[in-house]
């Protein structure tokens, strides 16, 4: 797996630790948490959607956190004494300022590091591959000996696909993904729509994306409700990538709607005069959460054709992770 290349285990390794949700994940997706041994931020890894899934739980305040406020010291690491790493060590040099020696080090002493950032794809220093979230997950479950896990929740993953896709509507919405900014918020941070993890459910559902074409720039920008007003989105949707942010709770979406249609510009907007102004869900997602957020964004995007409907079966997914027939 890039940026690493191959591993050679004796046998499949036991300690692992992750970085945030989207490894994580893949770790409670193949019932390895007894195994876990530590978290790099746990912010950024959503539990809540284990509650739905029976027999299938994990507190992460149980795990040490890897990071320290903005810093990842290699004594976490040694602490956490796992026999590999799910994280991308070329992401630590550019995001934690460790070195080429840092990396080595804790390979020789700890164990190996086996990631790759696949969350977004617009750091320039990520010139090699990328692998989409289910060959990332491949990857995990072949390097721990559970592919028959990940072949179970793929065939879900690919049920899933089909129900929505089959259902979607000839013509597809027009969707603004949105970052609040502060309680209440007052600016965004405006999202492109991509093929890279983070933006996952948004391809599923095949929604356009209302800032194509539209000359905001791509990242490290910021829109007020002018600008909202002027792109005049059908849907709106806030994300998040804290796992403990407000924006997560159902209140939200009453909450932002009432926000913004007590502002003279945003109220003109097409999506909130319609009440088309949804939460959406954390952009670290694993392969469990993202089940839940591809049903969410159809539900969110075409609420005529899917509200209210539940379009993957909890149970079978629960019994696919715990390997109960």
Same mark, same amino acid.
């Given at each position: 797996?890039?940026?690493?290349?191959?591993?050679?285990?004796?046998?499949?390794?036991e300690?692992?630790?992750?970085?945030?949700?989207?490894?994580?994940?893949m770790?409670?997706?193949?019932?390895?948490?007894?195994?876990?041994?530590?978290?790099?931020?746990?912010?950024?890894?959503?539990t809540?959607?284990?509650?739905?899934?029976?027999?299938?739980t994990?507190?992460?305040?149980?795990y040490?956190?890897?990071?320290?406020?903005?810093?990842?010291?290699?004594?976490?690491f040694?602490?956490?004494?796992?026999?590999?790493?799910?994280?991308?060590p070329?992401?630590?040099?550019?995001?934690?300022?460790?070195?080429?020696?840092?990396?080595?080090?804790?390979?020789?002493?700890?164990?190996?590091?086996?990631?790759?950032?696949?969350?977004?794809?617009h750091?320039?220093?990520?010139?090699?591959?990328?692998?989409?979230?289910?060959?990332a997950?491949?990857?995990?479950?072949?390097?721990?000996?559970?592919?028959?896990?990940?072949?179970?929740?793929?065939? &879900?993953r690919?049920?899933l696909?089909? %129900?929505?896709?089959?259902? +979607?509507? !000839?013509?597809? #919405? @027009?969707?603004? *993904?949105?970052?609040?900014?502060?309680?209440?918020?007052?600016?965004?941070?405006?999202?492109?729509?991509?093929?890279?993890?983070s933006?996952?459910q948004?391809?599923?559902v095949?929604?356009?994306?209302?800032?194509?074409?539209s000359?905001?720039?791509?990242?490290?920008?910021?829109?007020?409700y002018?600008?909202?007003?002027?792109?005049?989105?059908?849907v &709106?949707?806030?994300?998040?990538q804290? %796992?403990?942010?407000?924006? +997560?709770? !159902?209140?939200? #979406? @009453?909450?932002? *709607?009432g926000?913004?249609?007590?502002?003279?510009?945003?109220?003109?907007?097409?999506?909130?005069?319609?009440?088309?102004?949804?939460?959406?869900?954390?952009?670290?997602?694993?392969?469990?959460?993202?089940?839940?957020?591809?049903?969410?964004?159809a539900?969110?995007t075409?609420?005529?054709?899917?509200?209210g409907?539940?379009?993957?079966?909890?149970?079978?997914?629960?019994s696919?992770?715990?390997?109960?027939?």
């Amino acid at each position: 797996m890039d940026p690493v290349g191959c591993l050679s285990f004796d046998t499949p390794p036991e300690r692992w630790v992750a970085n945030a949700g989207i490894y994580c994940d893949m770790g409670v997706a193949l019932d390895l948490t007894d195994r876990l041994t530590g978290i790099g931020s746990p912010r950024r890894f959503y539990t809540g959607y284990y509650d739905q899934l029976p027999g299938v739980t994990l507190n992460k305040d149980d795990y040490p956190a890897l990071a320290r406020g903005t810093r990842m010291p290699k004594e976490s690491f040694y602490a956490a004494d796992a026999d590999v790493h799910l994280i991308d060590p070329v992401w630590l040099i550019n995001t934690f300022s460790w070195t080429r020696a840092d990396v080595r080090e804790i390979t020789e002493n700890v164990g190996p590091f086996f990631g790759n950032y696949i969350r977004e794809r617009h750091d320039a220093w990520h010139d090699y591959r990328y692998y989409g979230l289910w060959e990332a997950f491949a990857k995990v479950a072949a390097l721990f000996g559970r592919e028959s896990r990940y072949e179970k929740l793929d065939a &879900i993953r690919r049920d899933l696909t089909e %129900a929505v896709r089959s259902r +979607l509507p !000839d013509e597809r #919405r @027009e969707v603004l *993904l949105l970052r609040p900014l502060g309680i209440p918020p007052r600016a965004y941070f405006p999202q492109y729509l991509d093929d890279s993890v983070s933006d996952y459910q948004w391809g599923v559902v095949e929604v356009r994306d209302v800032l194509e074409g539209s000359g905001v720039p791509r990242w490290g920008t910021r829109i007020d409700y002018e600008g909202i007003a002027e792109l005049d989105p059908e849907v &709106i949707v806030m994300e998040t990538q804290f %796992a403990d942010d407000f924006v +997560l709770e !159902d209140s939200f #979406r @009453e909450y932002i *709607l009432g926000v913004m249609r007590d502002d003279p510009v945003a109220r003109e907007v097409t999506a909130v005069e319609n009440g088309d102004v949804y939460a959406g869900g954390i952009n670290y997602q694993g392969p469990l959460a993202s089940l839940f957020q591809v049903e969410h964004a159809a539900q969110a995007t075409y609420p005529d054709e899917f509200a209210g409907d539940r379009l993957f079966d909890r149970d079978r997914v629960a019994s696919a992770v715990t390997g109960e027939n």
